[in-house]
């Protein structure tokens, strides 16, 4: 029987297979080890032994145990998290004490001080699982947030009223394409209305880009062209909804709108290896003054790229030439069947 | 909407086709009631201006969010026509700015525009006073892009980054632009106030554009004193630093550096 208390790993432990992970990982045992080395040499000339001792034995469990637990990574998540936590420390153990007979092994010499490393061996463990524990907690309240600002400032009021003012103008000359407004409309605020947490294909955020533009190209008409170059994108690629549209919006809103004159939006989808690239351009006025809004939109994004992908995830923002251009990268994380 | 002798005659200002159109179909469901002529309808601040210079109206049904030129702008600048028509402003958001509308009492309607709203506006429409500059002023979020002067009844407009140089005159401002020369009928510092970051005092009654500035050179006054004076883009003409106004030179020069 499901207990109230017991919690899918999932939303505690860290994703080991992603590189920040495993980096943040590595960096920390380093620093301890060089933390230990401190104490232990009686001066700084000795710094360097000490610690070229210390890491000789602690390093290959590090990688060791990133590697194990990489490969471990989506069965961990599947249990609970007392036994996932579990698991993990008792293969620690298994690691330190390998590595540490190995050595031995190799250096014939006698295995001493076992007891002591292993003590470390499951404090650090247990330090690192709390860090990553304590980081996701840290980051989830964003995730609200996030949503929260999905509702309240990702689409512009002035679009909306706009699109309605748009939509009204339509139903008496032209009531079909006052439909299938109306229709995008409706598929656009149940996406901006749902709970954006988890991810969602890239063919959904491309078709709610396409659905945004339509009713975008209603108002501003001729002045308004777009220009999609998907055709390699990677339908399955996951990524956090919303990310592509708020930033369309920008260019829609700022290299559009202040102008009289055509200008073209474009996005370029594609992947290159295990990574999805997602380009957008715009026109860019020097006069434009609505700068404010776009940065906490950038922002925005940026924070929850992080916190799905860490630092697998970018976002750059280039200006040159009159033209804006934002290039996202995200890993290509494929949807599970 | 039939020609009338007494049709309040009415303009479109708004960059959005559809907008346009949907204000045409209610000014058609509100000739029911009164006679009304949709004289002209404009895409921007600028469009509507040559409009309104050959085809008087009695109302502009003015979008604020235009490209180029927004309605606030727009508005400043009606005031030059000889016969300026009642403005009511559209939106599609109310924004912080319509507070101060409401402060001043301009009229305006916010989009989507209900036919009654916008039947009551136009009844109200011949009875409204015009437009009060200062009042405009106050409520443009902005400066203005362009400034604009009266002739043989058309608003001639003068972009700002166009502008070289504004001398104070006895009771105009010249505004002077690498081709002409311009009388405008505003204060000095006024000016200076609304485009503090484009403009430069050098002297008690000049104000130069800060792009325009190419480079310093020294003059020789009476009794072997010197001062510094402007050299603007494109006019040969170099305007005199006064005393008090020396220590601009050394700060462009850093920038120029």
């Known amino acids: ?337 | 909407m039939t020609k009338h002798p007494q049709a309040l005659k009415v303009v479109i200002a708004d960059d959005e086709t559809p907008a346009r159109s949907r204000v045409r179909d209610l000014l058609e469901d509100c000739a029911g009631s009164f006679p009304i002529e949709l004289v002209g309808e404009a895409a921007s601040g600028r469009e509507l201006l040559a409009l309104l210079g050959q085809t008087p109206a009695d109302v502009v049904l003015l979008d604020i969010r235009m490209p180029e030129m927004d309605g606030l702008e727009a508005a400043q600048h009606l005031l030059k026509l000889q016969e300026p028509p009642s403005v009511i402003f559209t939106t599609a958001y109310n924004d912080h700015a319509l507070k101060a509308f409401e402060l001043h009492a301009v009229d305006y309607l916010v989009k989507p525009i209900r036919l009654r709203r916008l039947h009551d506006a136009l009844t109200r429409a011949r009875a409204i006073t015009p437009l009060r500059l200062d009042v405009l002023q106050r409520i443009a979020p902005e400066p203005r892009k362009h400034l604009s002067v009266q002739e043989r009844g058309k608003v001639i407009l003068i972009a700002v980054s166009d502008i070289r140089y504004l001398r104070a005159e006895l009771k105009y401002v010249t505004v002077r632009t690498a081709e002409r020369e311009h009388l405008v009928e505003e204060s000095l510092s006024r000016l200076e106030q609304e485009f503090t970051d484009q403009f430069v005092r050098i002297h008690r009654s000049c104000l130069v554009a800060r792009a325009h500035i190419v480079g310093f050179e020294k003059e020789s006054v009476e009794a072997g004193e010197s001062r510094w004076a402007v050299i603007l883009n494109g006019l040969d003409e170099k305007l005199p630093v006064s005393r008090r106004q020396q220590h601009i030179v050394k700060e462009f020069g850093r920038s120029l550096l």
């Open chain 1, 1 to 337: 029987m499901a207990s109230i208390n017991q919690n899918p790993a999932a939303a505690l432990l860290p994703n080991f297979r992603n590189l920040g992970v495993m980096l943040r990982v590595l960096v920390i045992v380093t620093a301890l080890t060089v933390v230990a080395a401190m104490l232990k040499s009686s001066s700084w000339g000795s710094l360097l032994q000490q610690w070229i001792g210390i890491a000789a034995v602690v390093q290959p469990i590090a990688i060791l145990s990133v590697l194990l637990l990489g490969a471990a990574n989506s069965w961990l998540h599947k249990l609970e998290y007392r036994f996932a936590v579990l698991l993990i420390v008792l293969a620690e153990l298994a690691v330190t004490l390998l590595v540490l007979r190995f050595g031995a092994l190799i250096l014939e010499t006698e295995m001493a001080d076992a007891g002591r490393d292993v003590f470390f061996a499951v404090a650090t463990t247990l330090a690192l699982i709390g860090y990553f524990n304590l980081r996701n907690r840290a980051l989830s309240p964003a995730l609200t947030e996030a949503r929260l600002q999905a509702l309240q400032a990702r689409i512009r009021p002035h679009f909306l009223f706009n699109s309605i003012n748009a939509v009204l103008s339509l139903i008496r000359a032209e009531p079909r394409r006052a439909e299938a407004a109306l229709e995008d409309m409706a598929d656009l605020f149940r996406v901006l209305m749902a709970d954006n947490r988890d991810l969602a294909p890239l063919e959904n955020e491309v078709e709610l880009c396409r659905q945004y533009l339509a009713l975008e190209q209603l108002r501003l008409g001729e002045r308004l062209q777009i220009e999609w170059h998907v055709d390699n994108m990677p339908k399955d690629a996951l990524m956090p909804p919303l990310v592509l549209q708020p930033l369309i919006e920008n260019a829609v809103y700022h290299g559009i709108e202040p102008s009289i004159e055509p200008g073209v939006v474009s996005v370029n989808i594609y992947h290159v290896r295990d990574q999805v690239h997602m380009v957008l351009r715009n026109p860019y006025r020097t006069d434009g003054n609505h700068h404010a809004g776009n940065k906490m939109a950038l922002g925005n994004i940026r924070e929850r790229l992080a916190l799905h992908f860490d630092a697998e995830a970018s976002l750059q923002t280039r200006v040159g030439d009159s033209r804006y251009e934002v290039h996202i990268t995200i890993p290509y994380v494929k949807a599970e069947e």
